[in-house]
């Protein structure tokens, strides 16, 4: 069956700090990857996305993800947190046609000054 | 980036009425769309895929009759929350693939609609 795991409900790191989430999935085929970002009230972005080829992606607001087939895990980092990173993070899988996407239950993402 | 939109962004209802949302897609047409519910603190579940032209196909558990989908156009999906109560107050997000010539690139979210049922 297919499942995304995030193992880390909440996480709280200071500023400047590296940072990251943790992702692991459970997926019949080869799986397309994506991690989003929700700040409170609103709607998902997408912060990065992998299909195939280079197993590290980068995204945006400078987050990159690593896709490690052995592990079965898609982790979400940065190099230096900044307090505007504070928001909820939600890994997912999707099928190759996109008629199902696959969320993990989110981790929570604290920012200490 | 692609942009979904949705609207209302909150509505406040009382018990037994209908509320209609409407999900978007600006720049792009969407022949699928989708609709998921999050409950607070919790992450998203799928409700029902919205297809252009054709009837939605509804998650297990997921009343259709309740939670009436139309997608009347490839830029358009709404949702009808039919005899609200209580127990329906959520978050509702849509969101529709991208495809790029011909392929799929992503799905996109809109910004979500809250639903409060008095």
């Known amino acids: 069956a297919q499942s995304v795991t995030q193992p880390d409900i909440h996480i709280t790191v200071s500023e400047g700090a590296s940072l990251e989430l943790r992702c692991n999935y459970s997926y019949g085929a080869t799986p397309y990857l994506f991690w989003y970002v929700q700040s409170p009230g609103q709607g998902l972005q997408l912060l990065l996305k992998y299909f195939s080829g280079d197993t590290l992606v980068q995204g945006i607001k400078g987050f990159e993800a690593e896709f490690k087939r052995s592990q079965s895990s898609f982790n979400l980092r940065k190099p230096s947190v900044h307090w505007s990173d504070a928001a909820e993070y939600f890994c997912a899988v999707g099928a190759p046609n996109f008629n199902k996407f696959y969320f993990g239950s989110g981790t929570k993402l604290n920012v200490k000054p | ?118």
């Open chain 2, 1 to 118: 980036g692609a942009v979904v939109s949705q609207h209302p962004s909150r509505v406040i209802c009382k018990s037994g009425t209908s509320v209609k949302i409407e999900c978007r897609s600006l720049d792009f047409q969407a022949t699928t769309m989708f609709w998921y519910r999050q409950f607070p603190k919790q992450s998203l579940m799928l409700m029902a895929t919205s297809n252009e032209g054709s009837k939605a196909t509804y998650e297990q558990g997921v009343e259709k009759d309740k939670f009436l989908i139309n997608h009347a156009s490839l830029t358009l999906s709404t949702l009808t929350v039919t005899s609200a109560h209580p127990e329906d107050s959520s978050f509702y997000i849509c969101s529709a693939n991208l495809r790029l010539a011909g392929v799929l690139d992503t799905q996109y979210f809109g910004p979500g609609t809250r639903l409060t049922v008095l």
